[in-house]
């Protein structure tokens, strides 16, 4: 059976050929800042510490594995989102990435606003005080409920993603003796993945209409139509984990070429065009992300480059970043449990977790990095395979990398950049109780998702 391979996927096969080992890196001991949350460094003792806290002090306090957040980390990334983008767009944060009551007050704080995609996420929005003006509500597949609810709190944005979500909304919101307001989202035929991407004419997926074969167009006829709803916009996301710009440019031609089409039938020009998330993040030391400033420039010169050929007016845009704000913002903290050198293959590391608290490796094929972080060590390079604990072969948390050959039990190792699709993707496979998210910001330290306990499991399960 082949996984879900990312098409730009593992830069290497499976089976590493002979003389083809990843170059283990100069210094070990070096934490490259574009992979770890910003106030990650090295103490005097060698310690790695977040915030100012040594991670031996958080494993003693936390206990492991544990998903350690720099809050100011966050906070600076949201920030440098908001103010790339300035006042004539919004920034949406993608809360499928990761979600919590606490992370809601830092978005409000710094100017953000949120997509949610699930009756539960939007209940966990409005109970942290998101303004429900702010929230986008998102989803193939909405239920009535869903709807109900999110039209009730006066959600400022709900995106239609069907020919039958458009009645549905209508239907809703005529009910409630309101006008809803929505975009609507269209798959333009790209694809896009990490450092390549693919332009068709056809989209084969579940989200979304299809601009071929005149579907968009009459998604928008239908919604014009319909008291009930106040059609704001068109909404497009690419992917995930992009580097390139050049798949949003070919999206947002066509989405421009669908404003230009709606004009001329309609005679209107719709004032919001969302451009969707999936701006990539350093997993590793090769990759190379952009910094929002420059993110933000190309998406608006496109967009304006678009709309001037076409004649419209610039409609006001948004953006809907996950990954690239909370992702590098967290690592994952764990002990090293036991340590099986397999002659001329690899050393297997094994971790107090594993695809239970990190399924991206097992799921996508995920590249990620790993450290020795309770002290540093001057032995030479050992190419290892971190796994978890969990009954499946495929149980990866980090494919290849590097640690220190004098790794013993009992040291702390750390994940980078599992802030993003890790905590929020979690289980209890084996029953494994799901790790905490640990905030720390300017020494202090606290828990804003509580690890599971066994109550919590035994609770569900009422015999
Ligand atoms: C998943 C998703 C995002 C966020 O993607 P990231 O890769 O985390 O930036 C944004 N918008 C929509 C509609 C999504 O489905």
């Not at 070096?30 to 949350?37: S, T």
């Not at 996420?121 to 909405?142: C, D, Q, V, Y």
């Not at 905590?423 to 109780?433: C, E, G, K, T, V």
Request: with cysteine.
């Amino acid at each position: 059976m082949s996984r879900s391979a990312h098409p730009a996927g593992p830069r290497h096969a499976d089976v590493l050929p002979e003389g083809h080992f990843p170059a283990p890196p100069a210094d070990l001991n070096a934490l490259d800042p574009k992979i770890w949350a910003r106030t990650v460094k090295r103490d005097q003792d060698g310690v790695v510490t977040v915030g100012g806290i040594p991670v031996t002090r958080l494993a003693e306090e936390f206990q492991t594995p544990a998903y350690i957040l720099d809050e100011s980390d966050f906070r600076a990334r949201a920030r440098a989102w908001r103010s790339a983008f300035g006042h004539d767009a919004d920034v949406f944060y993608a809360g499928k990435a990761f979600l919590c009551r606490a992370v809601v007050r830092w978005l409000n704080e710094e100017g953000l606003n949120l997509d949610v995609c699930s009756g539960t996420e939007l209940a966990t929005a409005l109970s942290a005080g998101m303004p429900a003006e702010r929230i986008a509500f998102h989803g193939n597949n909405k239920t009535s409920a869903e709807i109900r609810r999110a039209v009730e709190a006066g959600v400022g944005r709900i995106v239609l993603d069907s020919f039958q979500e458009i009645v549905r909304v209508a239907h809703i919101a005529q009910q409630l003796g309101t006008r809803q307001k929505v975009q609507i989202r269209v798959t333009v035929g790209v694809e896009a993945h990490t450092h390549e991407f693919i332009a068709t004419a056809h989209e084969d997926q579940k989200f979304g209409i299809p601009l071929a074969g005149g579907q968009a167009a009459e998604a928008v006829r239908r919604a014009l139509g319909l008291d009930g709803l106040e059609l704001t916009g068109i909404h497009s996301h690419i992917g995930s984990q992009i580097f390139d710009m050049s798949g949003f440019e070919v999206a947002a031609h066509r989405v421009v070429g669908l404003l230009e089409d709606i004009r001329d039938e309609h005679g209107v020009e719709l004032p919001e065009i969302d451009l969707g998330g999936g701006l990539g993040i350093a997993y590793t030391s090769d990759d190379d992300p952009r910094e929002p400033h420059e993110i933000a420039k190309a998406l608006t010169e496109i967009v304006a480059r678009e709309c001037e050929a076409a004649r419209l007016r610039t409609p006001r845009i948004s953006v809907e970043p996950g990954r690239a704000v909370v992702g590098p913002t967290a690592f994952t903290l764990y002990e090293v449990g036991t340590i099986k050198p397999l002659e001329g293959l690899r050393t297997y590391v094994s971790v107090d977790g594993g695809m239970s608290d990190n399924i991206r490796t097992a799921l996508y094929d995920a590249e990620y990095s790993v450290a020795l972080v309770s002290r540093t060590s001057d032995a030479e390079p050992m190419l290892v395979r971190v796994v978890g604990k969990h009954c499946e072969s495929g149980d990866i948390v980090v494919k290849d990398a590097f640690l220190p050959s004098d790794l013993a039990p009992g040291d702390l190792i750390a994940v980078p950049a599992t802030g993003a699709y890790c905590r929020s993707m979690a289980s209890n496979y084996n029953h494994a109780l799901r790790p905490p998210v640990v905030a720390v910001s300017d020494g202090e330290a606290r828990v804003i998702v509580r690890r599971e306990t066994e109550e919590d499991l035994l609770r569900l399960d009422v015999g």
